[in-house]
């Protein structure tokens, strides 16, 4: 059996840090700080991690916890050390991409001690092919994809672009990519008083209309068919009041992101990742027209998103900036799911 250990510097660092942030817990202004807050400052934070990649490159199918070290510096320029469990995640980008996303789970006990709240899972989502700049370049567009949708509403993941060193346990080799650290399920709820909802409690009756056109013209707007609300594929559930909303998430396959490994959703006869198709409720046009009123609207904000990014290129912002406002300019020809799929089974009886 391989025996994996955190290096000692490591832990006499995340010890030392640990007694200085319980010295201090009753004093911090605010206790409700999560670690997810600390790292969301600035738009990218350089990050280690320490973990077996050997493991992690190799063994695609473990679905253990694995001993794992991060470190990185908060806002006042202290140095952030923490012992945490970190395992794989996902299903496609798990067997499929150079390094599996993770979930980082942190210790409750120790979050408490550091005056933090809680909220102890996160998901970082990591480079999906190994060529440094494209990946870069995937992961700033599927991050800003995120912050598109934060500019809609509360009720979304905030994510923190990351640099990350990866530093194997065993030989001590570093390498350096991107990452995007998604913001724990548990916070959002907090932050938007909503609750917990189990799978076999979801009733369609329930859910908030509104919020799930919402939810489906912006999949429409960035291209993205990679998602469903009768499978709650790529959305999270929650009671908000007496209501169900749908929060969604993963957007790699969004045509606005346009990933060379993403491929059309095949039960829609899509011919590209960039074609669009809409997958709410609704089969008209007229149904959207608030919801098409609140994007117009924003669509200014959508474009200071991008425009904001300092790490893309200008070819890329204008190409994603193209992108969006194909949808503002073709919003009376929305492509229902259902017409799309009458059309090709009319086009198989010809």
Same mark, same amino acid.
Request: net charge positive.
């Given at each position: ?29 605010n ?5 997810f807050?600390?790292?969301h400052?600035?738009? $990218? ?9 050997? #493991? ?10 694995? /001993? ?8 006042d320029?202290?140095?952030? !050390? ?20 993770? =979930?980082?789970?942190?210790? =409750? ?15 970082? $989502?990591?480079?999906?092919?190994d060529?440094?700049? +494209? ?24 994510t923190?672009? $990351? ?22 399920l ?8 909503a =609750?917990?909802?189990?799978? +076999?409690?979801? #009733? ?11 939810? !489906? ?57 960039? +074609? ?14 608030? /919801? ?19 790490l ?6 204008? +190409? ?10 073709? /919003?009376? #020809?929305?492509?229902?799911? $259902? ?12």
């Open positions: 059996m391989k025996v994996i250990s955190i290096s000692l510097s490591f832990i006499a660092l995340g010890f030392s840090l640990l007694l200085a942030q319980s010295l201090h817990a009753d004093s911090n202004p206790p409700q700080k999560s670690i807050d600390l790292m400052y600035k738009e $990218v934070l350089e990050m280690t991690i320490e973990i077996d990649m050997e #493991e992690l490159q190799y063994n695609r199918r473990n679905q253990e916890y694995m /001993t794992a070290g991060i470190w990185f510096e908060d806002a320029g202290q140095k952030q !050390a923490w012992r945490i469990k970190a395992k794989q995640r996902g299903k496609f980008r798990r067997m499929n991409c150079a390094m599996p996303p993770l =979930k980082l789970n942190f210790k =409750k006990a120790e979050l408490a001690v550091a005056g933090l709240a809680q909220f102890d899972d996160l998901k970082l $989502v990591t480079h999906c092919i060529h440094k700049a +494209e990946a870069k370049k995937l992961l700033v567009r599927e991050h800003l994809t995120y912050e598109l949708y934060n500019t809609l509403t509360d009720a979304s993941f905030r923190q672009l $990351v640099r990350i060193t990866y530093k194997d346990i065993n030989t001590g080799k570093k390498t350096k990519q991107y990452g995007i650290i998604i913001e724990d548990a916070q959002v709820r907090s932050r938007i008083k =609750k917990k909802l189990k799978r +076999e409690e979801i #009733e369609l009756d329930q859910i908030n209309l509104a919020q799930l056109q919402q939810v !489906a013209l912006f999949q429409y707007l960035i291209g993205n068919a990679d998602w469903g609300i009768h499978t709650v594929r790529n959305i999270k559930m929650v009671k908000k009041g007496k209501s169900i909303i749908a929060i969604p998430y993963d957007f790699d396959f969004a045509g606005l992101v346009n990933a060379p490994y993403a491929i059309p959703n095949p039960n829609y006869y899509l011919v590209s990742i960039r +074609e669009r198709i809409y997958l709410g409720l609704e089969k008209d046009v007229a149904a959207l027209s608030d /919801t098409l009123e609140l994007f117009r609207n924003k669509q200014e904000n959508f474009h200071k998103v991008i425009k904001s990014s300092k893309l290129s200008y070819e890329d912002r204008r +190409e994603m900036l193209n992108y969006i406002d194909s949808f503002f300019q073709n /919003t009376k #020809e929305v492509q229902f799911a $259902v017409d799309k799929l009458e059309k090709h089974a009319a086009s198989l009886n010809e």
